[in-house]
């Protein structure tokens, strides 16, 4: 069984606690951690059209965890930000062009 990204990987990014985020063009986004050494946990999170807190589309372009930690994926459906719960879940707000100002953008794709 894959575990991981299979193609496509467009971009990395380590966070505060160690974590390293994979986003894959087509395959969403991947977070190794290695909290039980030698082994790595690999969790995938994509869209979920029954879940508005999921990513807000599987064709990830970039990803950046800025100076205050938190983690922005840029999408072709926009730009999320969040990450996970203290249990694991996916928890991404989305900024899209439909988005109320002060936060919107002028395009869908974030590269």
């Known amino acids: 069984m894959r575990t991981g990204p299979s193609r496509d990987i467009v971009a990395i990014a380590e966070d505060s606690s160690g974590a390293i985020w994979v986003g894959a063009a087509g395959e969403g986004l991947f977070r190794l951690t290695n909290t039980r050494r030698p082994d790595v946990t690999v969790d995938r999170f994509v869209h979920s059209s029954t879940d508005a807190s999921s990513l807000s ?3 990830v372009r970039t990803v950046l965890v800025d100076k205050s ?3 922005w ?3 072709d459906a926009g730009l999320d930000h969040g990450g996970t ?3 694991g879940r996916a928890a991404f707000t ?3 062009v439909r988005s109320s100002a002060p936060l919107t953008l002028i ?3 974030v590269t």
């Open 107 to 109: 395009d869908t794709a």
């Open 57 to 59: 589309d599987d064709r």
């Open 94 to 96: 989305h900024i899209t």
């Open 69 to 71: 930690g938190v983690l």
């Open 85 to 87: 719960t203290s249990a």
């Open 73 to 75: 994926v840029g999408t």
